[in-house]
């Protein structure tokens, strides 16, 4: 908050100077200038509208604790992860990350007492957790060597997106890894004009959070040039090859990320970020469209920022399941239509024949006629007595079909066990009578074996 001290110094001093200058009256009243903002304890300690808490850097930065170090991923995550790419690649789509240097590494020089070699580390081993799991990631910790004090700045102080700049180098630097692939040079040329048309003005998360905490406080706004990019001409009507799956950075009428990357690569790529900016939606809806399952990309490029990277594995277990659409394209092994009751706990799901297959290769398709259903409470169990209890949730919002496809992951057991029951519970349905198509297939057991099961 520097400059803001800065600026109201020179204030008090140019008024100081008129006072001086014109005899006051003993009552005319006096004031003070104080600086613009402070966070209060509750921002920093963490309550719920700031969850983990807040810390005030230098210059007017507020930081998150989404930085915080994590457990190392366990073995479900790191299998549903590597099975999902793999999955992928099966019907002939590779999946690179976009996922640059958090704004805590990008300026680290403007937080207070946190080591940047831990937080280098912690970015560098989350990359290369991804890589481990078969998705191209390039050497983005080369971004580093592009801020400072004279370049434009690739963050906001007080918000998670980046600016358009960083929205641009970004690009830059995923266009040149995309160039070195086969498939670059398979995709028709296009040409694109960018142009600036005004400016964006943004509150920001953490200032957005600051001021709930501390009773409206607010730091000023920022602005980042709201910049467009149109096709000059599309005279292509071959599907895109290349598609963009992203968060709030990758929204269209935001930071132009997407129209950066075809200007730099005079190739045209779709993009399917969900116009909430919730990727989390816009991989569901991607993966269960038509578009996809008929006519699968070759590569999907997959913007997660480094403060969303602890995926859930709700999210990764319908996410596999999605690929080949649940179980529209597998050989169905038991089919059955229910009417349960809400919100009681229901066996929605009990056969001899699934006894056959491994529970790590089981795909579940359920289809509510509520299309509301935002979360199902699920209990398995095995033949060996044992039970797993997970949730699987959606966001009914922007995915209104009922429809949940998911598998169950990796099951950890000491020794072999089947797959005997699930029952189901609905917590927040307002139906008392629900009825639920249920569809139970499988996945290859190669595409396992080499996910690491």
């Given at each position: 908050?520097?400059?803001y001290?800065?600026?109201?110094?020179?204030?008090?001093?140019?008024?100081?100077?008129?006072?001086?200058?014109?005899?006051?009256?003993?009552?005319?009243?006096?004031?003070?200038?104080?600086?613009?903002?402070?966070?209060?304890?509750?921002?920093q300690?963490?309550?719920a509208?700031?969850?983990?808490?807040?810390?005030?850097?230098?210059?007017?930065?507020?930081?998150?604790?989404?930085?915080?170090?994590?457990?190392?991923?366990?073995?479900?995550?790191?299998?549903?992860?590597?099975?999902?790419?793999?999955?992928?690649?099966?019907?002939?789509t590779?999946?690179?990350?976009?996922?640059?240097?958090?704004?805590s590494?990008?300026?680290?020089?403007?937080?207070?007492?946190?080591?940047?070699?831990?937080?280098?580390?912690?970015?560098?081993?989350?990359?290369n957790?991804?890589?481990?799991?078969?998705?191209?990631?390039?050497?983005?910790?080369?971004?580093?060597?592009?801020?400072?004090?004279?370049?434009e700045?690739?963050?906001?102080?007080?918000?998670?997106n980046?600016?358009?700049?960083?929205?641009?180098?970004?690009?830059?630097?995923?266009?040149?890894?995309?160039r070195?692939?086969?498939?670059f040079?398979?995709?028709?040329?296009?040409?694109?004009?960018?142009?600036?048309?005004?400016?964006?003005?943004?509150?920001?998360?953490?200032?957005?959070?600051?001021?709930?905490?501390?009773?409206?406080?607010?730091?000023?706004?920022e602005?980042t040039?709201?910049?467009?990019t149109?096709?000059?001409?599309?005279?292509?009507n071959?599907?895109?090859?290349?598609?963009?799956?992203?968060?709030?950075?990758?929204?269209?009428?935001?930071?132009?990320f997407?129209?950066?990357?075809?200007?730099?690569?005079?190739?045209?790529?779709e993009?399917?970020?969900?116009?909430?900016?919730?990727?989390?939606?816009?991989w569901l809806?991607?993966?269960?469209?038509?578009?996809?399952?008929?006519?699968?990309?070759?590569?999907?490029?997959?913007?997660?920022?480094?403060?969303?990277?602890?995926?859930?594995t709700?999210?990764?277990?319908?996410m596999?399941?999605?690929?080949?659409?649940?179980?529209?394209?597998?050989?169905?092994?038991?089919?059955?239509?229910k009417?349960?009751?809400?919100?009681?706990?229901?066996?929605?799901?009990?056969?001899?024949?699934?006894?056959?297959?491994?529970?790590?290769?089981l795909?579940?398709?359920?289809?509510?006629?509520?299309?509301?259903?935002?979360?199902?409470?699920?209990?398995?169990?095995?033949?060996?007595?044992?039970?797993?209890?997970?949730?699987?949730?959606?966001?009914?919002?922007?995915?209104?079909?009922?429809?949940?496809?998911?598998?169950?992951?990796?099951?950890?057991?000491?020794?072999?066990?089947?797959?005997?029951?699930?029952?189901?519970?609905?917590?927040?349905?307002?139906?008392?009578?629900?009825?639920?198509?249920?569809?139970?297939?499988?996945l290859?057991?190669?595409?396992?074996?080499?996910?690491g099961r």
């Open positions: 908050m520097t400059n001290r800065n600026m109201l110094m020179v204030v008090a001093l140019v008024c100081g100077s008129s006072l001086a200058a014109t005899p006051g009256s003993a009552n005319d009243p006096q004031y003070v200038a104080e600086p613009c903002c402070q966070l209060c304890p509750d921002a300690q963490g309550n509208n700031v969850p983990g808490g807040l810390q005030e850097g230098r210059d007017g930065w507020l930081f998150t604790s989404a930085s915080r170090a994590l457990a190392p991923a366990d073995s479900e995550y790191r299998m549903l992860l590597s099975l999902f790419a793999r999955q992928l690649a099966e019907k002939g590779s999946l690179m990350l976009v996922m640059p240097p958090p704004r590494l990008m300026y680290a020089e403007k937080q207070r007492g946190k080591s940047d070699a831990d937080s280098l580390q912690m970015y560098l081993q989350t990359l957790e991804f890589r481990q799991a078969g998705i191209q990631v390039p050497a983005y910790e080369q971004l580093l060597l592009q801020t400072g004090e004279k370049t700045p690739f963050f906001f102080k007080r918000d998670l980046w600016t358009s700049a960083g929205a641009r180098k970004s690009a830059d630097f995923v266009a040149t890894e995309i070195k692939l086969p498939l040079h398979q995709l028709p040329e296009q040409r694109f004009v960018t142009q600036t048309q005004g400016w964006l003005k943004v509150s920001g998360e953490l200032n957005n959070q600051s001021g709930a905490a501390c009773g409206g406080q607010r730091y000023p706004l602005y040039p709201h910049v467009v149109q096709a000059v001409s599309d005279d292509t071959k599907p895109n090859r290349i598609l963009l799956v992203g968060s709030s950075r990758s929204v269209d009428s935001h930071f132009n997407n129209g950066f990357l075809q200007q730099a690569l005079a190739r045209k790529i993009n399917h970020t969900d116009a909430t900016g919730n990727s989390t939606q816009s809806k991607m993966l269960a469209s038509d578009r996809f399952q008929h006519q699968p990309p070759a590569l999907v490029l997959w913007e997660l920022p480094y403060e969303s990277r602890e995926l859930s709700s999210l990764l277990r319908q596999v399941a999605l690929v080949g659409n649940g179980c529209e394209t597998r050989p169905v092994l038991l089919h059955e239509v009417t349960i009751s809400v919100p009681q706990t229901e066996d929605l799901i009990f056969a001899n024949k699934l006894l056959e297959t491994a529970p790590e290769q795909v579940f398709d359920l289809t509510f006629n509520n299309p509301k259903i935002e979360q199902l409470l699920l209990t398995v169990w095995f033949s060996d007595g044992g039970k797993s209890d997970f949730q699987i949730r959606k966001n009914t919002a922007s995915v209104t079909d009922g429809r949940f496809s998911f598998v169950l992951g990796n099951i950890q057991s000491k020794q072999q066990r089947q797959f005997v029951s699930m029952d189901l519970t609905l917590p927040d349905s307002q139906s008392r009578n629900l009825k639920v198509s249920a569809n139970v297939c499988r290859q057991g190669k595409l396992l074996q080499a996910a």
